[in-house]
C-alpha cells in the first residue's frame, strides 16, 4: 500500500491506486480478502464454544454425581449405623448366652456328679439285691419244708381224725383229704 503524501504547495496528494471514499483505505481494482488470522480466531472461538459445552456438561455430570454419591454415602452411614446397632444386641445377646452356658456346665457338672453317687447307689443296690435273692432262696426252701412238714402232720393226725369223725352224731365219715403236695427244694437263683 502506498501512503498518502503533501504536495510541494500544500494540498494533499493522492494515490490513484487507493480509494478514500468510503471512510476507509480500499485498494482499487482488487478484491477484500479478509485476513488469515480472523479465519483462525473463528475457528478458535468455535473450539472454545465446543469446549465450553463439553466443560458444562461435564460439571453437570459432576455436580450429579457427586448429589448421587452424597445420597449414597448417606445410606451407607445409616445401614453402618443400623449394623452397629444389631452388633451391640448380638453382643448383649452373646454375653446373655455365655453366662447361660455357664450356669449350664456348672449344672451338667452337678448332674454328673449325682449320676456318679446314682452308679455307686446301683451298684451297691446290685450287690444287696443278690443277697436279698438268696435271702429269699432260702426263704423259698424254708416254707418248702414247712410244706412238706405239714404234710407229714396232716398223714399222721389225718387217720386218728378219721375214727373220731365217725362218734360225731352229724355223719362225717372219716377224713379224705389227701394232704399236702411231697416236698420239692426250690431251685437256686440264677448268678449274674
Not at 450429579?64 to 445401614?79: E, R, S
Request: aromatic share 8%.
Amino acid at each position: 500500500m502506498k501512503r498518502q503524501t503533501d504536495n510541494s504547495d500544500g494540498s494533499e496528494r493522492k494515490d490513484p491506486e487507493i480509494d478514500f471514499s468510503n471512510s476507509g483505505a480500499v485498494l482499487r481494482g482488487e478484491v477484500y480478502r479478509p485476513p488469515e488470522y480472523l479465519a483462525y480466531l473463528e475457528r478458535v472461538a468455535g473450539a472454545l464454544k465446543t469446549v465450553r459445552i463439553i466443560v458444562y456438561a461435564g460439571m453437570t455430570g459432576f455436580i450429579v454425581l457427586a448429589f448421587y454419591g452424597f445420597f449414597l454415602i448417606y445410606q451407607l452411614t445409616g445401614d453402618v449405623r443400623r449394623a452397629v446397632d444389631q452388633t451391640v444386641l448380638m453382643t448383649q445377646q452373646m454375653q446373655a448366652m455365655a453366662l447361660t452356658m455357664a450356669n449350664m456346665h456348672d449344672k451338667i457338672t452337678d448332674i454328673s456328679g449325682d449320676m456318679t453317687g446314682m452308679r455307686r447307689s446301683i451298684t451297691t443296690m446290685d450287690a444287696t439285691m443278690t443277697g436279698l435273692a438268696g435271702t429269699v432262696g432260702q426263704m423259698g426252701s424254708a416254707v418248702a419244708l414247712m410244706q412238706h412238714s405239714t404234710s407229714n402232720l396232716d398223714q399222721s393226725i389225718g387217720p386218728m381224725m378219721g375214727a373220731v369223725n365217725s362218734f360225731v352224731p352229724f355223719g362225717m365219715s372219716g377224713n379224705d383229704y389227701p394232704g399236702a403236695p411231697p416236698y420239692a427244694p426250690v431251685p437256686e437263683p440264677a448268678s449274674r
